[in-house]
């Protein structure tokens, strides 16, 4: 929100250039990492692929132009895509090979997994006054494995189906920020202190998806439902003194 030209020149001016060089090469197939955050708040208590998309902040925003510019696509030059919109991607892979590491980190369960360890800096959770039962957001976590097999099954798809097509990938259930902290301390069996903070601008209150229609269309199946298997797998990945 506060640094909107960055996202606009890495998600829409990036995969301009990208859709450009595709073209160019003659490579007609593309699956598209979009987001939620397209949605905006919700309307529904269940997030399927009618809902309106009215983003609240530049992130969402720019990945709709995206998705816009891919149906356009598909229209003038007969691109074939496949845009799977996730909600929250969480975990590691059970190897201990690939985790979830930014600079700055801003993502819920890595924070969490590093005050477990002492390291990171105070945890903060942002806005404790929303309408959820306990005030803080909601929001669905989706395995990075389970989203890995959602894009071998989206390039599956594109063989037999042209045009563009969306579907919404998340695991149909919601938890709060203080569910995650609380099955953060069960799994590592470690007390994790946090600080309470005000809202940041731009956080749709909750964020929950209907995957229906990627689970009849495309036969996917998310393997992890569990937000304890979840954050078991992340937690071995951070306890790797490799990393």
């Not at 699956?31 to 809902?51: Q, R, Y």
């Not at 803080?136 to 594109?158: P, Q, W």
């Amino acid at each position: 929100v506060g640094e909107p030209y960055l996202y606009y020149r890495n998600n829409v001016m990036g995969t301009l250039n990208l859709l450009q060089a595709m073209r160019e090469a003659e490579v007609a197939k593309l699956v598209f990492s979009s987001t939620a955050a397209v949605f905006g708040n919700p309307e529904a208590e269940l997030i399927d692929e009618s809902h309106p998309t009215r983003p609240i902040n530049p992130y969402g925003a720019s990945k709709l132009m995206v998705e816009r510019i891919l149906a356009d696509a598909a229209h003038a030059y007969g691109l074939r895509s496949v845009t799977l919109r996730y909600f929250n991607a969480a975990g590691a892979d059970p190897s201990g090979e690939i985790g979830e590491s930014h600079e700055p980190e801003t993502h819920l369960i890595p924070n969490v997994l590093r005050a477990a360890q002492g390291s990171g800096g105070a945890l903060k959770v942002y806005g404790d006054d929303y309408a959820t039962h306990d005030g803080t957001c909601v929001r669905d976590y989706v395995h990075v494995n389970d989203l890995a097999s959602a894009h071998l099954k989206g390039i599956e798809f594109m063989g037999d189906h042209e045009g563009t097509h969306v579907f919404n990938l998340g695991n149909g259930q919601g938890f709060t920020v203080l569910e995650v902290i609380e099955a953060a301390r069960r799994v590592t069996g470690t007390q994790i202190e946090f600080e309470r903070a005000p809202r940041r601008a731009g956080d749709p209150p909750v964020l929950v998806a209907s995957s229906a229609k990627a689970r009849s269309t495309l036969g996917w199946m998310p393997a992890y439902i569990d937000m304890a298997a979840i954050i078991e797998s992340a937690w071995r990945w951070h306890r790797d003194p490799r990393y």
